[in-house]
């Protein structure tokens, strides 16, 4: 869920609770009493940073995330908070819906707006739309378009994950308040009461959505969905190969070996370098590689400099061990696409004279954009390390 006890300036995580008088499960409620207890501690659902020694500040809720079809969690409570930095927005819920995508069972993130009504009707009388009937504007496709948009910008803003910007929206004119019960008592959003009075109509909305005007990624379509789309389009007909014939590129020569290169002996491994530290192999990979050996240096070519990075990946995919010596970690800022990888010439050298080893699992992999797009990453990047060694 993102959250890390190795977050910085303050460690977050969900807090657990353990005391003398903590019970030890619910009567006659085995699943609550697996999900909620582990070992005899109380698991609270509360998302907290740890402010000092006894000092903690609940950020989010557990049962507030949901998770994607991709495997992501998404935080509700979180999203909201961002969004209403949209003028148009003055309430939102977000929560998630499932739809027919591209042919798959799948889901997406969906929003109930109430829009802020002296705005949108600002908005309206500048475009020519002069109903003063806030009720019937709200139901208007491109109020329902605009505030929509204005979203996507805050996404781009924030940087947001493309499945995190909703795939659609239901504006509703009323505010949430106490008085409906979509506010509790404290002001909080009701959520339970909340999203099961939209429910029936959000499903509606989303059984109906097709967005064939807009682009593939801004439909919510990534690497994963673009190979069951490819897939689906070569079940009718005869597939013709004329991306070979008709590219430009010098595949052919790309995979020859510069004649300048030469293989030399090998040494004893005092340094190991490793590329694609941050993505799922080469986490795996730097998490053997510290079991495997105790002494030598691991060089981790990053475009951050958040060396912490690094170990957060370890920490996500629950790899990192007390045992490991963070100092073994050197972090080297460079990139796959730069000539002697982004490193100066005197850097260069002192990497080449400190590594014994490479491991070079930094790539690009999307399968919606094409080879020259992968080109400067996956084969001249390749040529730098082959370079290197």
Known sequence: MRYYRTDQPYPRGELWVKTGSTIQGYYNNSIDTNRSFVDGWFCTGDIVEQINVRQIK????????????????????????????????????????????????????????????????????????????????????????????ELKLVAEKKNLRPFEIPWAIYIEPKSFSIENRKMTATNKLARPVVDKFYRSIIDSIMANKHRTEQKFVENGGDSLTAIKLAVLSRGDGENIETVLSSSNSSWKEDVKLDPSIVVNRIFEVDGIFLTGCTGF?????????????????????????????????????????????????????????????????????????????????????????????????????????????
């Open 281 to 389: 192999l080469g986490a795996y990979l730097l998490g053997e590689l510290l079991t495997q050996t105790s002494k030598c240096k691991i060089y981790c070519l990053v475009r951050s400099f958040k060396s912490e990075k690094i170990t957060q990946r370890l920490t996500y995919y629950d790899l990192w061990k007390s045992s490991f010596d963070k100092n073994r970690i050197v972090t080297v800022i460079g990139n796959l696409t730069h000539p002697q990888l982004g490193l100066s010439d005197d850097e260069w050298t002192q990497l080449s004279s400190k590594i014994d080893v490479i491991y070079h699992c930094g790539a690009m992999v999307n399968h919606i954009k094409d080879y020259e797009t992968h080109r400067a990453t996956n084969v001249q990047g390749t040529i730098e390390i082959i370079k290197l060694a």
């Open 58 to 149: 609940i950020i989010d809720r557990k049962k507030n995330f949901f998770k994607m079809s991709q495997g992501e969690f998404v935080a509700a409570e979180r999203l909201e908070n961002v969004y209403l930095a949209c003028p148009f927005v003055r309430q939102i819920f977000i929560t998630c819906a499932d739809l027919i995508k591209y042919s798959q069972q799948q889901n997406a993130v969906m929003a109930v707006i109430v829009p802020n009504e002296a705005l949108v009707l600002d908005w309206a009388m500048k475009i020519g739309k002069k109903s003063k009937n806030f009720e019937d504007l709200c139901q208007n496709p491109l109020v329902n378009q605009m505030i929509l948009t």
